[in-house]
């Protein structure tokens, strides 16, 4: 009798030691349910691209022909030239080329239009080198302020507005739901 009982007695302490608290998180979690929030929900700010037909001057728009020669070198577009003027006695020549977008700059458009396309210049992911600032509020709310790096895609260039910063401080809104665990709110 003295045995079943302490095997009863064993076997009630182990089911609840077992038995985990499935609300407590602490910052490795957090970061894990941010990183796999900014999966499905990335961060990014956009800017705006022109293509189709395009006319270059060589001097006047040497700086804006050069990031485009930049992104056909990359992938991100292909250029082929149309026409060609030189005015007579001037060291001032016209080109123009049609602009197309490829296959490449595909994930990064967000809005295309019959001369416009709006694209992620930069997308922000979670820095490994600074620790998640954790604040739990209580068993089913939390707080987690996070460091996102900059990482600029192709389109980077074409942004006329950027902060100093090489990253963004985001905080999140953490809850806990009894189907899925904790996720971003």
């Excluded at 957090?30 to 705006?48: C, F, Q, R, W």
């Excluded at 979670?126 to 509020?137: E, G, H, I, R």
Aim: hydrophobic content about 35%; charged content about 30%.
């Amino acid at each position: 009798m003295a045995r079943s009982f302490l095997l009863f007695f064993m076997a009630f302490v182990s089911f609840f030691t077992s038995c985990k608290n499935e609300t407590s998180i602490n910052e490795d979690d957090a970061s894990g349910v941010i990183v796999a929030h900014l999966e499905t929900n990335p961060e990014y700010k956009t800017t705006t691209f022109k293509f189709g037909e395009l006319k270059f001057h060589s001097r006047k728009d040497r700086e804006n022909f050069n990031k485009y020669e930049e992104l056909a070198e990359n992938g991100f577009i292909t250029m082929e030239l149309d026409e060609q003027k030189k005015v007579f006695l001037s060291k001032d020549s016209t080109f123009v080329y049609q602009v197309t977008l490829s296959d490449k700059a595909a994930s990064l458009v967000q809005e295309q239009g019959k001369d416009r396309a709006t694209v992620k210049a930069v997308n922000y992911i979670l820095a490994d080198d600074t620790p998640v600032n954790f604040v739990k509020s209580n068993d089913k709310t939390a707080k987690a302020t996070v460091s996102l790096k900059k990482e600029p895609t192709g389109f980077y260039q074409f942004m006329t507005k950027d902060s100093n910063s090489k990253f963004i401080t985001k905080t999140y809104k953490l809850k806990f739901k009894k189907d899925s665990g904790w996720e971003v709110e």
